[in-house]
């Protein structure tokens, strides 16, 4: 599809922006998971800045849009989106982890404006996406539901139960779109247990299956229009990323999984992730 | 022993399901494939739309119900007590307590009277786990009638329960006039020499076990701790202050659930003899439940003679 040249701009800008203030909590707070933000961040961008339906002063809202992020320990990015959207102050950022914060070390839906999920232990997010999208048939409600999973969630077994029940359920509001970088704490997926072949695993599970490059904004927005439409059954969009994308020394680094930047790390990747910015 | 008539709770619990289903419309039923076991199947009858049956993946049915909480169903996820408690205990501490999300568990086949299931089928550290769980409830029923009517409490308030039957048919204790309040025991014999404390199937063992020691001249108190968390403190107390032994009665390991609760109890405000009857901390076997009780002394005789006892050696 063609898209407007300006709301393109946007969402570049934004995805940026989620990229440096994820960074600037992470090295803040001296602890958080850099590597997973900045690979997720395109998506949350498309998601929270033109795909969602959602209104950031009425957060719990019967009728929004159901964002989970299944990868908690990635929420660094989610936190910079629905504060840039929002949600609450974009100071609030900066008690990301810290005692007595509304932004906990993973996400909890009791404290933090916008979190529709508690998260954090990996291969959940899915499960509660479906439990969401089978009550909405219950209730009539015409929300949609966007699960964004990790490496970690598809190693788990209950993300194919949820996988299972939700093909089976023909469950066609929600959608998974699966942050595919390959990289876990211990190194490549390839080395520590491949999800290869991950598009077949899940058109045999009975769900609609696209692949895309995550980090290209024309594709993610083709891909999630494409992914609401009816057709009967979910959609999963493969999400093809660079862990760490945007700052040179943590792009496919596994060690940058769950480290934070000292304070000359954050001022070089913050240096470079401003210079996209202004070309 | 006891000539009360039976019924199982199970059975009580499908029939008061179908009335809540009628009346709220909120309720959701959630299945992992054993839903003619829980009897839900009348309410997957009768309300198909409000009946999901996740098959054999009781991980993905707790934390679908998490999911369904959220946009303000009212879910009761079915299965037995090992397996929501023990599979699913991530699904239910990290997703339903940590968040507080309004759902039941509710769960037959606890303790070892299931019996002929074995040691794998046996809920024996279910209520401890539950227990343990910040804002997590309990709620123990102790025959169909208690079944049905704390069933319908259970549903009215707002949060994560835990409500724990047996398997098999129990005897019939309470009448259909009987209060029932989450949070209050029922004191169910008044007595000045012990106290028993009895939680699901062992209330019913507890008051043959009363009229034993009556026969030798001991005159117990007996309270259905029918909610173990949170426990009633209050009832608890006064009945500590009034006999020197107290003595509990699950069907459950006697490590974490009631007995715990009671001990760690009194021994923040009323430091005193607590004697724990239950499984000692070991796995069982197969067999007729009535033997098993027998084995492990969870019997009406033995519960007695075993009280007898205690109280002897306290003079």
């Given at each position: 599809?063609?898209?407007?040249p300006?709301l393109?701009?946007?969402?570049h800008?934004?995805?940026?922006?989620?990229?440096?203030?994820?960074?600037?909590?992470?090295?803040?707070?001296?602890s958080?998971h850099?590597?997973?933000?900045?690979?997720e961040?395109?998506v949350l961008?498309?998601?929270?800045?033109?795909f969602?339906n959602?209104?950031?002063?009425?957060?719990?809202?019967?009728?929004?849009?159901?964002?989970?992020?299944?990868?908690?320990h990635?929420?660094?990015?989610?936190y910079?989106?629905?504060?840039?959207?929002?949600?609450f102050?974009l100071?609030?950022?900066?008690t990301?982890?810290?005692f007595?914060?509304?932004?906990q070390?993973?996400?909890?839906?009791?404290k933090?404006p916008g979190?529709d999920?508690t998260?954090g232990?990996?291969g959940?997010g899915?499960?509660a996406?479906?439990?969401?999208?089978?009550?909405?048939?219950i209730?009539?409600?015409a929300?949609?539901?966007?699960v964004?999973?990790?490496d970690?969630?598809?190693q788990?077994?209950?993300?194919w139960?949820a996988s299972?029940l939700?093909?089976f359920?023909?469950l066609?509001?929600l959608?998974?779109i699966?942050?595919?970088?390959?990289s876990?704490v211990?190194?490549p997926?390839s080395e520590?247990l491949?999800l290869?072949p991950?598009?077949e695993?899940w058109?045999s599970f009975n769900?609609?299956?696209?692949?895309i490059?995550?980090h290209?904004?024309?594709?993610?927005l083709?891909?999630?229009?494409w992914?609401?439409?009816?057709r009967?059954?979910?959609a999963?969009?493969i999400a093809?990323?660079t862990k760490g994308?945007g700052?040179?020394?943590?792009e496919d680094q596994?060690k940058?999984?769950?480290?934070?930047?000292?304070?000359?790390q954050a001022?070089q990747?913050?240096k470079?992730l401003?210079?996209?910015e202004?070309t | 022993?006891?000539?009360?008539?039976?019924?199982?709770?199970r059975?009580?619990?499908?029939d008061?399901?179908v009335?809540?289903?009628?009346?709220?419309?909120?309720?959701v039923?959630?299945?992992?494939?054993?839903s003619?076991?829980?009897?839900t199947?009348?309410?997957?009858?009768?309300?198909?739309?409000r009946?999901i049956?996740?098959g054999v993946a009781?991980q993905?049915?707790?934390?679908?119900?998490?999911g369904?909480a959220?946009i303000g169903?009212?879910p009761?996820?079915?299965?037995y007590?090992?397996f929501a408690t023990m599979?699913?205990?991530?699904q239910?501490?990290?997703?339903?307590?940590?968040?507080k999300l309004?759902?039941?568990?509710?769960?037959s086949h606890?303790?070892?009277?299931v019996?002929w299931?074995g040691?794998?089928?046996h809920?024996?550290e279910?209520?401890?786990?539950?227990?343990?769980?910040p804002?997590?409830?309990?709620v123990?029923?102790?025959?169909?009638?208690?079944?049905?009517a704390?069933?319908r409490?259970?549903v009215?308030?707002d949060?994560?329960f835990?409500?724990?039957m047996g398997?098999?048919?129990?005897?019939l204790?309470y009448?259909k006039e009987?209060?029932?309040?989450?949070g209050?025991?029922?004191?169910l014999?008044?007595?000045e020499?012990?106290?028993?404390v009895a939680?699901?199937v062992?209330?019913s063992?507890?008051?043959?076990?009363?009229?034993?020691l009556?026969r030798?001249?001991?005159?117990?108190?007996?309270?259905?701790m029918?909610?173990v968390?949170?426990l009633d403190g209050?009832?608890?107390l006064?009945a500590?202050?009034?006999?020197p032994?107290?003595v509990?009665?699950?069907?459950h390991?006697v490590?974490?659930?009631?007995?715990?609760?009671?001990?760690?109890?009194?021994?923040?405000c009323h430091?005193m003899p607590?004697?724990?009857i239950?499984?000692?901390?070991v796995?069982t076997e197969?067999?007729?439940?009535?033997l098993?009780f027998?084995?492990f002394a969870?019997?009406a005789q033995?519960?007695?003679?075993?009280?007898?006892?205690a109280l002897?050696?306290?003079?």
């Amino acid at each position: 599809m063609i898209y407007d040249p300006g709301l393109l701009a946007t969402l570049h800008h934004k995805a940026n922006q989620i990229r440096q203030e994820s960074i600037r909590m992470i090295a803040a707070a001296g602890s958080g998971h850099p590597g997973g933000a900045l690979s997720e961040a395109d998506v949350l961008a498309a998601l929270y800045f033109h795909f969602l339906n959602i209104d950031p002063h009425n957060p719990q809202w019967p009728d929004r849009d159901r964002f989970i992020l299944s990868k908690g320990h990635a929420c660094a990015g989610l936190y910079a989106a629905l504060a840039l959207r929002g949600y609450f102050p974009l100071e609030t950022l900066s008690t990301f982890r810290k005692f007595g914060s509304i932004l906990q070390g993973h996400p909890d839906m009791t404290k933090t404006p916008g979190i529709d999920m508690t998260a954090g232990p990996l291969g959940n997010g899915l499960g509660a996406g479906v439990g969401m999208a089978l009550g909405a048939r219950i209730t009539g409600q015409a929300f949609r539901v966007f699960v964004l999973i990790g490496d970690g969630d598809a190693q788990e077994g209950c993300t194919w139960e949820a996988s299972m029940l939700a093909g089976f359920k023909k469950l066609s509001r929600l959608t998974c779109i699966y942050d595919y970088n390959r990289s876990q704490v211990d190194g490549p997926t390839s080395e520590i247990l491949s999800l290869d072949p991950v598009m077949e695993k899940w058109l045999s599970f009975n769900w609609a299956v696209r692949a895309i490059d995550g980090h290209d904004m024309v594709q993610i927005l083709d891909a999630l229009s494409w992914a609401v439409e009816s057709r009967g059954s979910p959609a999963l969009i493969i999400a093809n990323t660079t862990k760490g994308k945007g700052v040179s020394f943590m792009e496919d680094q596994s060690k940058w999984h769950g480290k934070a930047p000292n304070k000359e790390q954050a001022e070089q990747a913050l240096k470079e992730l401003m210079q996209v910015e202004t070309t | 022993m006891s000539d009360r008539p039976k019924m199982m709770q199970r059975v009580a619990f499908g029939d008061t399901l179908v009335q809540l289903g009628e009346q709220n419309p909120h309720i959701v039923v959630l299945d992992a494939d054993i839903s003619s076991s829980l009897y839900t199947v009348h309410f997957a009858q009768r309300f198909p739309d409000r009946h999901i049956n996740f098959g054999v993946a009781e991980q993905n049915m707790l934390i679908g119900a998490a999911g369904l909480a959220t946009i303000g169903l009212v879910p009761l996820a079915c299965t037995y007590a090992t397996f929501a408690t023990m599979r699913a205990c991530e699904q239910i501490r990290s997703f339903i307590c940590y968040a507080k999300l309004n759902v039941k568990i509710v769960c037959s086949h606890g303790g070892i009277e299931v019996g002929w299931d074995g040691p794998t089928h046996h809920g024996t550290e279910d209520v401890a786990m539950m227990r343990s769980m910040p804002n997590m409830h309990v709620v123990v029923p102790a025959d169909a009638i208690a079944t049905s009517a704390l069933i319908r409490q259970v549903v009215d308030q707002d949060g994560p329960f835990y409500f724990r039957m047996g398997r098999n048919p129990t005897p019939l204790i309470y009448t259909k006039e009987q209060q029932f309040t989450i949070g209050k025991a029922i004191e169910l014999c008044d007595g000045e020499d012990v106290t028993l404390v009895a939680m699901g199937v062992m209330v019913s063992v507890a008051l043959d076990a009363v009229e034993i020691l009556a026969r030798q001249g001991i005159r117990a108190r007996l309270l259905d701790m029918h909610t173990v968390k949170p426990l009633d403190g209050e009832a608890l107390l006064e009945a500590a202050n009034i006999t020197p032994l107290v003595v509990t009665l699950e069907d459950h390991n006697v490590i974490g659930g009631l007995g715990s609760a009671v001990a760690e109890f009194l021994s923040g405000c009323h430091p005193m003899p607590v004697l724990r009857i239950g499984v000692p901390d070991v796995f069982t076997e197969s067999g007729d439940p009535a033997l098993l009780f027998q084995k492990f002394a969870m019997d009406a005789q033995s519960v007695a003679a075993r009280v007898e006892k205690a109280l002897r050696e306290l003079d």
